[in-house]
Nanobody, 123 residues
Framework: VQLQAYGGGLVQAGGSLRLSCAAS????????VGWFRQAPGKERDFVAA????????YYADSVKDRFTISRDNAKDTVYLQMNSLKPEDTAVYYC?????????????????WGQGTLVTVSS
């Protein structure tokens, strides 16, 4: 499955953005989907994940209570609503699909990746 992430941009601290991850080629409705981010000079970090049905969600401690992940399987799209953004949220955000139903935080479990979308939060 091919993924495309979009919706990034420049926002002031305290603002909001919504990222989208759309599947093409074939559906990813049976896959878990995660968001990861990578800031310049840093490792790729887990942000959030949602299981195949959307019934279970998982978050990194750094974004809990600020970010919300959801999915619309009819549209083959996963969303990441980001509120109360902070300068430390600045990074390239990637979405990825996984055929596994555990270890959502581990990027090695994901087999399909989108191209990334840049989020910049100014102070």
């Amino acid at each position: 499955v091919q993924l495309q992430a979009y919706g990034g941009g420049l926002v002031q601290a305290g603002g909001s953005l919504r990222l989208s991850c759309a599947a093409s080629g074939r559906t990813f409705s049976g896959n878990s989907v995660g968001w990861f981010r990578q800031a310049p000079g840093k490792e790729r970090d887990f942000v959030a994940a949602v299981n195949w049905s959307g019934g279970s969600t998982y978050y990194a401690d750094s974004v809990k209570d600020r970010f919300t992940i959801s999915r619309d399987n009819a549209k083959d799209t996963v969303y990441l609503q980001m509120n109360s953004l902070k300068p430390e949220d600045t990074a390239v955000y990637y979405c990825a699909a996984s055929p596994y139903y555990s270890h959502y935080y581990d990027w090695r479990r994901y087999t399909s990746w989108g191209q990334g979308t840049l989020v910049t939060v100014s102070s």
